[in-house]
């Protein structure tokens, strides 16, 4: 019997191999090298040494409900000449790495400049239970309309271990790396934001944008959680913030922000204010700040609805939630 055996799983003397985070599964599993690899060859032969060449041909390949994996190698950026939507579920994108990484992640997607409208980020999933992880997300478009990198409104998806980048845009108002509008999505041991790119002037330009409707009707953030993720910003005015909805029904349910990280770099010109904010209180859900740290900003949140435990530990008070 082989020792490995592409695409049909991954398997040595007949058991499953769940190295590089590739889950085994009963689904195709498919290969996307973006140096070296072809969108001409057939989909029986496609694996590591045969690979796509494109996500957007792997993406076309999968087959809803499978639990098909994409694995995206990690020698060169696989570049996008449009936005990637993902609407068919259960699909796995997997970047082969060594281990998993906050950022500097070998498997990168990005997306330059580009003229049409409807590219408004790198990436927008509607799907239900899809997962990314190992992946650096980019987006330097200029277009007016492309102000996201990462558009998320689809179901119980999970990021795990990527980097969400948005280099452009650091002067617009609502513009943000990522557009959170899913059901019951889980955000871990992630990266959203930037150290190195100061953000221009008295704007709202967040790292994480809360704003529903915005990735399709009915779309918004419902049972999210974030956990041991880090937010970074070199901001230039007291009013940039990490986290921010603008309406009082972007948050449904629950918001949970978990032993998180927000980080203003030394270099920053200006103290956010808050890290996280609401420009109304929230009519149809709650916002917990659980055990989170925030380094060079002056507040975590002073928005009524928005709950913090255990942010600062005082005796007395450590362990209770108040509100902001």
């Known amino acids: 019997m082989g020792l490995t055996n592409f695409p049909n799983g991954i398997s040595s003397m007949g058991m499953p191999i769940i190295g590089n985070g590739i889950p085994a599964t009963e689904g195709s599993i498919y290969f996307v090298d973006y140096g070296n690899g072809s969108d001409g060859v057939g989909i029986k032969s496609n694996s590591i040494t045969r690979a796509f060449k494109t996500l957007d041909k792997a993406v076309d ?3 809803t409900n499978k639990n098909d994996v994409i ?14 939507t993902v609407s068919k579920n259960r699909v796995h994108f997997v970047g082969l790495d060594a281990g998993a990484r906050y950022y500097g992640q070998g498997a990168k997607v990005s997306l330059g400049a580009t003229t049409a409208a409807t590219d408004i ?7 239900v239970r899809n997962t990314f992880q190992n992946i650096k997300f980019i987006n330097g478009n200029t277009v007016a309309e492309g102000i996201y990198c990462f558009v998320e409104g689809g179901e119980y998806t999970i990021i795990n271990g990527c980097e969400i980048y948005k280099s452009t845009d650091l002067d617009v108002t609502g513009a943000a790396e990522l557009v959170m509008n899913g059901d019951s999505a889980l955000v871990i041991n992630s990266l959203i934001g930037s150290t190195a790119n100061a953000i221009s002037g008295d704007v709202i330009r967040a790292n994480v944008l809360f704003t529903k409707g915005l990735a399709g009707a009915g779309k918004v953030s419902r049972d ?20 921010y909805g603008a309406n009082a029904t972007d948050i449904e349910r ?6 998180c990280l927000f980080f203003n770099t030394k270099l920053a010109a200006a103290l956010p204010d808050e890290c996280i904010s609401f420009a109304a209180e929230q009519t149809q859900g709650f916002c917990l700040i659980d055990n989170c740290t925030s380094i060079n900003n002056t507040k975590l949140s002073t928005t009524t609805g928005v709950y913090i435990q255990g942010a600062v530990p005082t005796y007395g008070t450590s362990g209770i939630s108040v509100a902001a």
């Open 61 to 63: 390949t999968v087959t």
């Open 254 to 259: 629950m918001l949970h922000i978990k032993d």
């Open 224 to 243: 999210v959680t974030f956990e041991n993720c880090r937010f970074w910003k070199r901001a230039s005015n007291a009013n940039n913030r990490f986290m």
């Open 121 to 127: 980020g790198t990436i927008k999933n509607t799907g």
């Open 71 to 84: 694995c995206l190698v990690g020698n060169s950026t696989h570049t996008l000449t449009e936005m990637l």
